[in-house]
């Protein structure tokens, strides 16, 4: 069964800084693997997603992702960190499931990024 | 517009008395989900259905039942709520089972 794992519940980082937030997952088999933002008092929206296409994946407002592979990962990037970037921000995987329980995608817990001036 | 809505947005109820969240999608998706969000756990699924009439257990369903009569309708329904059902319940669709899933604004539910 598939897991993720999101390292740090709150990362800080000011604003103009690189912006890292952390995902590894666990998979049988390659995994599609998705990057979801929350605002505050807001629905999940897609930021970016892989599904075995190119390794480097671009998403919107800046944001990128890398899988790789060899380390089970796909952290979240962006050079330049905004204000408005402040959110929670949730990993999730989707692989086909065997057995009972959850389907489609499983979620990491989130991670609180928060933007100092 | 391309979307998924849910009603309503925030209920306050006490123990015992029967509740209906309604969820729809106008994008045609064949799946859909429901999830709810308590913090430092975060999103766990409830149900989800694959297509109409075709609904299973996620990860958390005691306390809950959903029906899927139509495609773009999937209410989540609890009979007789209970305080630890207070959370922000999700719903949320896509075009196949393990596609991207565009997600509803949220419904917070306070069960007293």
């Known amino acids: 069964a598939q897991s993720v794992t999101q390292l740090g519940s709150h990362v800080s980082v000011s604003e103009g800084a690189l912006v890292l937030l952390r995902c590894n997952y666990s998979s049988s088999v390659p995994p599609y693997l998705f990057w979801y933002v929350q605002y505050p008092n807001q629905g999940l929206q897609l930021l970016l997603k892989?599904?075995?296409?190119?390794?480097l994946v671009k998403g919107i407002n800046g944001f990128e992702a890398e899988f790789k592979k060899s380390e089970t990962s796909f952290h979240l990037t962006k050079p330049s960190a905004h204000m408005s970037d402040a959110a929670e921000y949730f990993c999730?995987?989707?692989?086909?499931?065997?057995?009972?329980?959850?389907?489609?995608?499983?979620f990491g817990k989130g991670t609180h990024l928060i933007i100092q001036p | 517009e391309a979307q998924v809505t849910q009603n309503p947005r925030y209920l306050i109820t006490v123990t015992g008395k029967k509740l209906t969240v309604t969820c729809s999608q106008n994008m045609n998706h064949e799946y859909m989900s429901w999830y709810r969000q308590d913090p430092g756990l975060g999103l766990r699924q409830i149900y989800y259905?694959?297509?109409?009439?075709?609904?299973d257990k996620g990860d958390v369903p005691e306390g809950y039942k959903v029906s899927r009569k139509e495609k773009r309708n999937f209410p989540l329904i609890l009979e007789s709520p209970s305080p630890n059902q207070t959370s922000l319940y999700f719903c949320a669709s896509s075009f196949r089972r393990y596609n991207e899933q565009f997600f509803g604004p949220g419904t917070r539910l306070t069960v007293l």
């Open positions: 892989y599904t075995s296409a190119a390794t």
């Open positions: 999730a995987v989707s692989e086909p499931k065997s057995g009972g329980g959850a389907d489609g995608l499983t």
């Open positions: 259905s694959m297509n109409v009439e075709v609904t």
